[in-house]
C-alpha cells in the first residue's frame, strides 16, 4: 500500500521560506513522476512542482525560480524548498506520485496521480 506523509507547512511572512516534506512508502515503480500540488480555498488544485525518475524536473510558472524541488531516493524522502514566498502561494499543499510515467511527465493534470498525501498547509501573510 502506498503512503505519502507531508510535513514542514506553517505561516510565515511575504519573502519567508519553508520547506515542505514528504515521505514515500510502498512505492516500487521505476518510471514516476512525483509531484507537488495545492490547492487555495475555491480554487482548482494545482501542480506546482514536478520531478521524474530520470530527475528531470518541471515547474508551474508561478512558482519558477522561487521553489525546488528535489528528492533524496535513498529516504524516500520529497521535498520542495519555497523562498521568496508571496501571499498568492497560501493553499494546502499535497505531494502524490504516478506510475503513468508517459502521462504524468507530459501533463499536469492531477488525474495521473492515484496516491496522495493529506496535505500540509502554507500560508503566508502580507
Request: charged content about 20%.
Amino acid at each position: 500500500q502506498v503512503q505519502l506523509v507531508e510535513s514542514g507547512g506553517g505561516s510565515v511572512q511575504s519573502g519567508g521560506s519553508l520547506r515542505l516534506s514528504c515521505a514515500l512508502s510502498g512505492f516500487t515503480h521505476r518510471r514516476y513522476c512525483m509531484g507537488w500540488f495545492r490547492q487555495a480555498p475555491d480554487k482548482v488544485r494545482e501542480g506546482v512542482a514536478r520531478i521524474e525518475s530520470d530527475g528531470s524536473t518541471t515547474y508551474a510558472d508561478s512558482v519558477k525560480g522561487r521553489f525546488t524541488i528535489s528528492q533524496d531516493n535513498g529516504k524516500n524522502m520529497l521535498y520542495l524548498e519555497m523562498n521568496s514566498l508571496k501571499p498568492e502561494d497560501t493553499a494546502m499543499y499535497y505531494c502524490a506520485v504516478s506510475a503513468i510515467y508517459d502521462y504524468c511527465s507530459r501533463s499536469w493534470s492531477s488525474l495521473w496521480y492515484k496516491d496522495w498525501g493529506q496535505g500540509t498547509q502554507v500560508t503566508v501573510s502580507s
